[in-house]
């Protein structure tokens, strides 16, 4: 008799991401293949992470890889946070840590962090937790980290992108494949098509302890709001499908995004003079979608920060090509003004 369905659907989520991660670092240094030599010689199994706060998202994760690793090489090792905000967390991080060795994971590591207040709780939290989990990976020599993000939260995070309003870009929610620079697939995400509810399943039946973080129920927190009362709200405006409905947007929506982001790469060359400035007529010429884009890197380029630059920040310049009427110059995070001259838009630290 097979394993319960959970479990098996678990397994195979990690399974099939493991295997990518295998096919992306064939030929490197992570490659499998044994050398000839004495054992001291030989290269070692290549790891992979999972980052595991005790939740039941991210334990069935834990065990799923546990159970897979071995069976194609991978060394499986895990980390988990204690970001220091709760009375305790350092003695809950501890008992996540010894939950993960007794799945064999190896190396394991309980990281303590401090949190600091930029952007707002969750997204000071979530700053500390990614640069804890690089830092790990560094250290071990991690080909990837696996994080327990679910169909339920990527929902959650569409919802949160339509919130703010930004684009299509807001709307692609989380990657299944994401990093950061020198990193670019570092992280994966292996149930972004599993439910919430299976990845708990997968837990009770194999009598795994799980941990709920108070923080996932307290309405303080805006994630946790939508979760409790606008997620249900909505299903019961709009039927069942609305959580699968909105996992699939975030993914039709990334690769619109990634096309306009591939369409603009290229239009930002075509639309520069042999000086180097970015000609008016030509910026007219193009898309709405791909224009602002290209405006947007433009400021990027001259300094702007990518996180203080927002839609409203890029619809005042782009009005400079599209609503000329002898404005002045816009002033733009960063100290970057952006402003018309002879037919060009000029866009530099002011």
């Known amino acids: 008799m097979g394993p319960h369905p959970a479990v098996a659907a678990i397994r195979l989520a990690v399974r099939r991401v493991l295997h ?43 065990s799923a890889l546990a159970f897979e690793a071995p069976k194609l090489g991978i060394r499986a090792g895990g980390v988990t946070v ?14 996540v840590a010894l939950r993960l060795r007794g799945l064999s994971l190896d190396p394991v590591e309980s990281i303590a962090v401090t949190v ?22 560094d250290r071990h020599g991690a080909l990837a980290v696996l994080l327990g993000h679910t169909r339920d939260d990527q929902a959650e995070t569409v919802l949160l992108g339509l919130a703010r309003g930004s684009g299509i870009r807001s709307l692609s ?11 670019a697939r570092r992280y994966r995400r292996p149930f ?17 302890p799980v941990w709920d973080d108070p923080h996932n129920a307290d309405p303080a927190y805006t994630r946790s ?20 409905a909105l996992a699939r947007t975030a993914q039709l929506s990334r690769d619109d995004a990634d096309a306009l982001d591939s369409w603009a790469s290229q239009a930002a060359a075509a639309v520069r003079d042999a000086a180097g400035l970015l000609e008016c007529a030509k910026l007219y010429a193009l898309p709405p979608a791909v224009r602002r884009r290209v405006l947007r890197r433009a400021a990027i380029e001259a300094g702007a920060p990518a996180g203080s630059l927002f839609a409203r920040h890029i619809e005042e310049v782009d009005r400079l090509i599209t ?20 037919g060009r838009l000029v866009i530099r630290q002011g």
Do not use: F
């Open 20 to 62: 990518d991660i295998l096919n992306d670092h064939s030929g490197s240094s992570g490659d499998t293949s044994s050398s000839g030599g004495s054992p001291d010689e030989r290269p070692q199994s290549p790891l992979v992470l999972v980052a595991c706060s005790g939740g039941a998202d991210s334990m069935a994760l834990a």
């Open 82 to 95: 204690d970001h220091g905000l709760q009375p305790g967390s350092d003695l809950r991080a501890e008992e």
């Open 116 to 137: 600091g207040r930029e952007g707002g709780p969750e997204a000071a939290a979530r700053d500390a937790r990614y640069a804890a989990l690089d830092a790990a990976a």
């Open 173 to 183: 929610g989380m990657a299944a494949v994401s990093g950061g620079p020198g990193a």
């Open 192 to 208: 972004l098509q599993l439910d919430r509810q299976t990845a708990r399943k997968a837990c009770m039946v194999q009598a795994l």
């Open 225 to 244: 709001r939508l979760r409790h009362e606008g997620l249900p709200a909505l299903e019961k405006a709009l039927g069942k499908g609305v959580v699968e």
């Open 323 to 342: 609503g000329w009427r002898g404005q002045g110059a816009i002033n733009l995070p960063g100290k970057v003004v952006a402003q018309r001259q002879g």
